[in-house]
């Protein structure tokens, strides 16, 4: 008899923690849903315009896929070097020079793609294009920026390829 008195506060407070919790997720799950977030509007392009920005968005799909994987296992080759038991600094040093040098390269390309975009476009398209994108990698841009071959919406471009980025 004295166990069961020393156990029945223990098991009245682990169901007052259960059903607590219980209402808690409830009240968490039923929470409206944030307002989504507006695009601005896309040039007008015209069905020239959007094939030929098409075939340049596939052909800089396939030259940073490569660089991109690249970079990853780069990154993780690194993070072993950190994680080893002892620290190699000329091997640290050598491979934070290869990651730079890969990630010149891939904004290189980026930039190289987005001049060749911008050479398709009248200077109106240009304009609005620019407000849309903004000038690059900058203050707050950098997420934005870093998928910008995805900002042109399907509907524009024409069929849609697979997911090639998945998110870091």
């Not at 008899?1 to 607590?20: E, H, Q, S, Y």
């Not at 060749?116 to 997420?143: S, V, Y």
């Amino acid at each position: 008899m004295n166990r069961t008195l020393k156990t029945a506060p223990l098991l009245l407070l682990a169901g007052l923690l259960f059903v607590a919790g219980t209402i808690y997720a409830q009240e968490k799950a039923e929470a409206p849903a944030p307002m989504p977030v507006m695009a601005p509007p896309m040039p007008q392009l015209t069905d020239a315009q959007r094939e030929q920005i098409q075939n340049l968005r596939l052909k800089h799909l396939k030259e940073i896929l490569p660089l991109e994987t690249d970079l990853r296992i780069k990154q993780l080759e690194l993070a072993t070097l950190w994680t080893a038991d002892k620290l190699d600094p000329k091997a640290i040093i050598a491979k934070v020079k290869e990651l730079n040098e890969l990630k010149n390269k891939l904004e290189l390309t980026r930039v190289n793609h987005r001049l060749e975009i911008a050479q398709l476009l009248t200077p109106e398209q240009r304009k609005q294009m620019w407000n849309i994108l903004g000038p690059g990698m900058g203050m707050g841009m950098g997420r934005r920026m870093k998928y910008r071959h995805r900002m042109i919406p399907a509907d524009q471009l024409g069929p849609q390829e697979p997911n090639c980025c998945p998110q870091k």
